[in-house]
């Protein structure tokens, strides 16, 4: 049960619709850029811009909510300025324009989760492992947005889309004034000292953030382009939207599952098998795709890809770093994100051509398989400072 006075229902509904921006940016992005008649070496590269703004903008406003303490006042401005700058969607569809606008928003976008996690996590304290079942809110959102736009746009104009950004964004930016703050709590890690470069410099930190850029490495070509891959591969705009929400309801009921499974593994072997699983998915997804049984599966699959892996990503960085230091913490996490998710996205505009589909998703593949390797050979006998560690 969770408890009283938990705002749960208030954060859980922040989540809803903050992911229902990403379940109609996901999937639906790409196919918009195309729309517009844009190659997809410059899809890649309008869809790598926000995520390499994600390498320097979390880190920003991290170090801010730390040193302030106003985390809930950053993600407040983020939602409203996220929505002020992604209007200028509609002054202009030239490259150089959306380029602009796409690296404009994302500046404030990627100022709100990292921050917003904090918040979450200071309101569950001794109870972190829960936070799935908040978080599972955000999936739900993912799904609605997804199934929604897909039978939307299998009727209408993709020229519906920006619209119907604004209408999410507008959302986000409203829940997030209903949210109470909440601060970490300092006395949990008081024998942390050093600052956060002392902190990462403990074992084991830097090979889990080299291992979270190598997982978003490897989802660059299914963020990028599964929807034009399946699209081209006879799928409707409809049924596409279902395979995305299939992917994301297996991850619903992991997060349902985490707190039980987390009383039989460790974080690190969750994250073994998340990368192992992520490895074999793109592998069906870039080989097999035209199988519709094959597909259901890998889409599944996403249970670990994104599931299992971010649940224990979370609750290892929260783990791993002092209050002082838990918006960096965070922050660094979706900043690393940011740089997997940029290259993954280049290399898959510039393979896709190159190399074509079977062996961009093989690409990565192999990223995948080099993060399991990374994280198996890391001693399970070695923690962080405190209680964190693989093996907490």
Same mark, same amino acid.
């Given at each position: 049960m969770?408890?009283p006075?938990?705002?749960?229902?208030r954060?859980?509904?922040?989540?809803l619709?903050?992911f229902?921006l990403?379940? *109609?940016?996901?999937?639906?992005?790409?196919?918009?850029?195309?729309?517009l008649?844009?190659?997809?070496?410059?899809?890649?590269?309008?869809? %790598?811009?926000p995520m390499?703004?994600?390498?320097?903008?979390?880190?920003?406003?991290?170090?801010l909510?730390?040193?302030?303490g106003?985390?809930?006042?950053?993600v407040r401005?983020?939602?409203?300025?996220?929505l002020?700058s /992604?209007s200028?969607?509609?002054?202009s569809?030239t490259?150089?324009w959306?380029?602009?606008?796409?690296a404009?928003?994302a500046f404030?976008?990627?100022a709100?989760?990292?921050?917003?996690?904090?918040i979450t996590?200071?309101?569950l304290?001794?109870q972190?492992?829960?936070?799935?079942q908040?978080r599972?809110w955000?999936?739900?959102g993912?799904?609605?947005s997804?199934?929604?736009?897909?039978?939307?746009?299998e009727?209408?104009s993709l020229a519906?889309y920006?619209?119907l950004l604004? %209408?999410?964004?507008?959302?986000? @930016?409203?829940?997030?004034?209903?949210?109470?703050?909440?601060?970490?709590?300092v006395?949990?890690?008081?024998?942390?000292?050093?600052?956060?470069?002392?902190?990462?410099?403990?074992?084991?930190?830097?090979?889990?953030?080299?291992c979270?850029a190598?997982?978003?490495?490897?989802?660059?070509p299914y963020y990028?382009?599964?929807s034009?891959? /399946?699209?081209?591969?006879?799928?409707?705009?409809g049924?596409?939207?279902?395979?995305w929400?299939l992917?994301?309801? @297996?991850?619903?009921?992991?997060f349902?599952?985490?707190?039980?499974?987390?009383?039989q593994?460790?974080?690190?072997?969750?994250?073994?098998?998340?990368?192992?699983l992520?490895?074999?998915r793109?592998?069906?997804?870039?080989?097999f795709?035209?199988?519709?049984s094959?597909?259901?599966?890998a889409?599944?699959?996403h249970?670990?890809?994104?599931?299992?892996?971010?649940?224990a990503?979370?609750?290892?960085?929260?783990?791993?770093?002092? *209050?002082?230091?838990?918006?960096?913490?965070q922050?660094?996490?979706?900043?690393?994100?940011?740089v997997?998710?940029?290259?993954?996205?280049l290399?898959?505009?510039y393979?896709w051509?190159?190399?074509?589909?079977k062996?961009?998703?093989?690409?990565?593949?192999l @990223? @995948?398989l080099?993060? %399991?390797i990374i994280?198996?050979?890391?001693?399970?006998?070695?923690?962080?400072?405190?209680?964190?560690?693989y093996?907490?």
């Amino acid at each position: 049960m969770i408890e009283p006075a938990l705002p749960y229902w208030r954060l859980s509904g922040f989540y809803l619709c903050y992911f229902a921006l990403l379940g *109609a940016t996901a999937p639906f992005l790409a196919l918009y850029f195309d729309s517009l008649g844009f190659s997809p070496a410059r899809i890649g590269e309008l869809i %790598a811009i926000p995520m390499l703004m994600r390498c320097l903008a979390p880190s920003l406003w991290g170090w801010l909510g730390d040193r302030t303490g106003r985390r809930l006042l950053i993600v407040r401005l983020g939602a409203f300025c996220t929505l002020a700058s /992604l209007s200028l969607i509609f002054v202009s569809k030239t490259y150089a324009w959306l380029a602009l606008v796409m690296a404009l928003h994302a500046f404030f976008w990627h100022a709100v989760l990292p921050q917003f996690e904090v918040i979450t996590l200071a309101h569950l304290r001794e109870q972190a492992a829960r936070y799935t079942q908040i978080r599972l809110w955000g999936s739900i959102g993912f799904i609605l947005s997804v199934v929604g736009l897909g039978i939307l746009f299998e009727r209408y104009s993709l020229a519906l889309y920006p619209w119907l950004l604004l %209408a999410i964004v507008a959302c986000i @930016a409203l829940s997030s004034c209903w949210v109470p703050d909440a601060q970490p709590s300092v006395s949990r890690r008081e024998s942390a000292t050093g600052g956060l470069i002392a902190q990462l410099r403990q074992p084991g930190i830097l090979a889990f953030y080299l291992c979270v850029a190598l997982m978003q490495l490897s989802h660059g070509p299914y963020y990028t382009f599964i929807s034009i891959h /399946l699209e081209h591969l006879g799928y409707s705009r409809g049924m596409i939207g279902w395979l995305w929400a299939l992917g994301v309801l @297996a991850e619903v009921l992991v997060f349902m599952l985490i707190p039980q499974m987390l009383q039989q593994v460790s974080l690190k072997q969750m994250l073994v098998v998340s990368f192992l699983l992520a490895s074999l998915r793109w592998l069906l997804l870039g080989f097999f795709a035209e199988q519709l049984s094959v597909l259901l599966f890998a889409q599944l699959l996403h249970a670990a890809t994104f599931g299992s892996f971010h649940a224990a990503a979370i609750l290892f960085v929260q783990r791993s770093f002092a *209050a002082q230091q838990q918006g960096q913490g965070q922050a660094l996490y979706a900043a690393l994100t940011g740089v997997g998710g940029a290259v993954g996205a280049l290399y898959a505009g510039y393979s896709w051509t190159a190399l074509g589909a079977k062996w961009t998703f093989a690409l990565a593949s192999l @990223a @995948a398989l080099a993060a %399991a390797i990374i994280i198996a050979r890391y001693s399970s006998t070695t923690q962080p400072a405190g209680t964190s560690g693989y093996d907490a």
